[in-house]
């Protein structure tokens, strides 16, 4: 019994030696292997092309002052006589009504698409294109015989009808030839002031009627420029027009001609606190007092 004992004992220590053996040698194999060291990108000496390398959502470059976008070439007449810059809250019937134009020959000098849209810091043409010279016409009188030089005698004219509209205009632009007649019955409860006022308030009741102070053509009938309700202006030549707030009711349209003393309209207070007539006078878009055009009372 004493005997299978020892064996036993003997055969578990060669168990425990041969097991601690295999560990030994499975460490030492561990200890001498080479661990894989992380990947790492090294430079190569060569620089990346400008397309290889990330920007956001590739902006482009800052434009060089000696790059900026070239503008529309009519901005260039900015500073010249004719032509006008859009300001914040600018409307075509305001800067027609302020230039002694038609709104509707502002869109067409300029080729507006919209009228609804413009721009501030656009510039507009507000004056009628030059007249072109070249249409003068040169006459070669006949070549007379006998003592009358055989040279040809050349002479410029200018087409009746041009001569026509030029003293038409001239006539009709002359302080002196234009004069109005009262537009309403009322009295005057607020006088011109250049600053303040550019025209002047006629009052009177709802209903009463506004006429026509000169022959012209109506340019504007709407409620469109605000603080004028409804308005109406009259060009009555390429110098004057008058315009004619607050009504109640407008009784002519656009592109009509109206005749001195006709009915164009009611009074009434459409954007106004009291019942009125805002009278205005424009000489070449500049507002002028009425009054000096008007007959006394």
């Avoid at 168990?15 to 601690?20: E, G, K, N, P, Y």
């Avoid at 004719?82 to 600018?90: A, E, M, W």
């Avoid at 020959?105 to 009628?128: A, C, H, T």
């Avoid at 040169?138 to 070549?143: C, G, L």
Wanted: glycine share 8%; net charge positive; hydrophobic share 35%.
């Amino acid at each position: 019994m004493r005997l299978m004992h020892s064996h036993l004992s003997s055969f578990s220590f060669l168990r425990f030696t041969v097991l601690l053996t295999v560990l030994f040698v499975s460490g030492c194999g561990g200890f001498g292997r080479s661990v894989p060291a992380p990947v790492e990108e090294r430079p190569t000496g060569k620089a990346k092309s400008p397309a290889a390398i990330a920007s956001p959502a590739n902006t482009p470059s800052p434009v060089s002052p000696t790059e900026q976008p070239k503008t529309v070439s009519i901005s260039e007449n900015s500073n010249k006589p004719g032509y006008y810059t859009v300001k914040p809250g600018d409307t075509l019937i305001r800067i027609g009504l302020d230039h002694g134009q038609n709104w509707r020959d502002i869109i067409r000098w300029n080729n507006i698409e919209n009228p609804n849209i413009i721009e501030v810091g656009q510039v507009l043409k507000i004056s009628p294109p030059a007249v072109d010279t070249s249409s003068e016409v040169a006459i070669a009188k006949p070549v007379q015989h006998g003592n009358v030089s055989s040279t040809t005698d050349e002479k410029k004219i200018t087409p009746p009808a041009e001569q026509s509209s030029v003293n038409s205009v001239r006539s009709e632009g002359s302080d002196d030839s234009f004069q109005l007649i009262w537009p309403a019955q009322g009295q005057i409860s607020s006088s011109f002031d250049d600053s303040k006022n550019k025209g002047i308030d006629i009052s009177g009741k709802n209903g009463d009627p506004i006429l026509a102070a000169a022959d012209g053509k109506v340019v504007y009938s709407g409620a469109g420029l605000r603080g004028y309700g409804n308005l109406i202006i009259v060009k009555h030549n390429n110098t004057y027009l008058t315009a004619y707030a607050h009504n109640q009711t407008l009784l002519v349209r656009e592109d009509q001609s109206v005749k001195k003393g006709q009915k164009i309209a009611e009074m009434g207070n459409s954007d106004s606190e009291q019942v009125k007539l805002h009278f205005e006078l424009r000489r070449l878009g500049k507002p002028v007092d009425p009054v000096k055009f008007l007959p006394q009372r």
